[in-house]
């Protein structure tokens, strides 16, 4: 049974560049979370989607956008890139209701130069 | 003020001794709470997920909910050098799409 894997591993971009992380969720889920760690800190909730839909927002610019599709895996999109925006980027998989708790990917390694 | 509240550390101990981890929190309406290990530039790993308040063990690991104090903490017993990592704390609310909320990690480091 393959756990939630994310492509690509790590990726280097340019301030004002745009980028698209991929994540395809644990077999049987069809909730995932997008979380962005920065180094030294714990993950930071961007947004989760359910049913092609954004259920929850974090506290994050509309530069950050996402999108599920019917098979259930997402993407991330970063517009505009800035140097702050380096950081691993987690995706979460999960069914949305009870007790079911999240399960991570290896998560992207972006850095913005 | 920070949700969740962790000690980055490192805490350093040598193999064999017991370890404590701890967070704290402010929200009260936080019901279901986590620990996550993260091995360096990976993703994070779920070991122990508890609700509410109360005590839940699985091995070496055992976990305490004190919702009263607002203090959730973790213990390994007889801990190993494969132990060293970074341990996150994580909780959310009692309801479906509910975020994630993290502690900043606490990198324990093991010595043979």
């Known amino acids: 049974d393959a756990g939630v894997t994310q492509s690509p591993t790590h990726l280097i971009k340019t301030r004002g560049q745009q980028v698209t992380l991929r994540c395809s969720p644990k077999s049987g889920h069809d909730t995932v979370s997008w979380y962005q760690q920065a180094l030294g800190q714990g993950p930071q909730f961007i947004f989760q989607y359910y049913e092609e839909e954004e259920r929850q927002r974090g506290n994050f610019p509309d530069r950050f956008s996402g999108h599920q599709f019917p098979n259930y895996s997402s993407e991330l999109n970063v517009n505009a890139l800035l140097l702050g925006d380096s950081a691993l980027y987690l995706c979460?998989?999960?069914?949305?209701?009870?007790?079911?708790?999240?399960?991570f990917g290896p998560g992207t390694r972006l850095t913005v130069l | 003020q920070k949700e969740v509240e962790q000690d980055p550390g490192p805490l350093s101990v040598p193999e064999g001794a017991i370890v404590s981890l701890n967070c704290t929190y402010s929200?009260?309406?936080?019901?279901?709470f986590m620990w996550y290990r993260q091995y360096s530039r990976k993703g994070p790993e779920l070991l122990m997920y508890?609700?509410?308040?109360g005590n839940k063990e699985d091995g070496r690991f055992t976990a305490q909910v004190d919702k009263s104090s607002k203090y959730i903490s973790l213990f390994i017993r007889d801990s190993q050098p494969s132990d060293s990592a970074t341990y996150l704390c994580a909780m959310r609310r009692d309801t479906g799409f509910q975020k994630l909320v993290f502690g900043t990690g606490t990198r324990l480091l093991v010595s043979p």
């Open positions: 508890t609700y509410s308040s």
């Open positions: 979460a998989s999960s069914t949305p209701v009870g007790l079911d708790e999240q399960f």
């Open positions: 929200n009260s309406a936080f019901q279901y």
